[in-house]
């Protein structure tokens, strides 16, 4: 029963801290007021909800399937997004909740930012040892400035986030797969690659001696990206 009033009241609040484990808590940002495009094909009622505004081509061209879209396309043996979006935490990052569900046919699953954009979202207030940024950039790399508001003032940071289609080091110290080696399909659900496309992981290294309120992306002109979703680790020991 304390697992399942757990699991509900997560799903309710989604910015909520939850424990796991005795070192450290987990915070998944809702940054659901800010979203503004549906890259993920969902399987609602047994029947396809079509992506909107994708993953390149400038929100154009392709966009990903959960797994059971996939089969239900008739697509055999996919390398498609599991259809739970809580992704479990492994030895490079937290459990990272994204904002798909086949059980929504209407509400944005991610932030796009095509050419020289900016977005900036609050975060509940607290000193976070590790953010992560799940984004896909596509049409080359993005290069983004990001702000940190703390508390007692603001510092800035600049990252380059390379092409989703890019392999990445296993000791790179910023980046991580989230999903690795997936299809993409066009905007009639047909796929247009099998393999090797990915949702990457961006730890910007929040200052865990000050409390963080807030961070403002802002995107060069060049490449296309997608922000999936932002969580962040509080250090209890």
Known sequence: ????????????????VIPVSQE??????????ILNAR???TLTNNKLVIWKQGIDGGGKADGYLTHAAAIFNGDVD????????LFPANEYHPEIKLHYSNKDT???????????SVVSFAVPAAKYSDVYLALTSSEGASFLEIQYTYTDGIE??????????????????????LAHNLAKWGTKNNMTEKDHHNIDLL??????KRTL???KLTKNEFGYLVLWAATGVIKLK
Do not use: W
């Open 203 to 208: 730890n910007i290294h929040s200052d865990a």
């Open 1 to 16: 029963m304390k697992v399942f009033v757990l699991l509900f009241v997560r799903y309710l609040f989604p910015a909520l």
């Open 106 to 116: 209407s509400h944005n699953q991610a932030y796009s930012l095509a050419g020289a």
């Open 39 to 41: 890259p993920v094909t």
């Open 78 to 85: 996919p390398l498609a997004l599991p259809d739970n979006s």
């Open 156 to 177: 800035t940071r600049r990252f380059e986030v390379p092409d989703y289609y890019q392999d990445l080091s296993a000791s790179d110290p910023d980046f991580c797969y």
């Open 24 to 33: 450290n808590r987990v915070i998944q940002f809702d940054l659901r007021s």
């Open 213 to 215: 309120k807030g961070l």
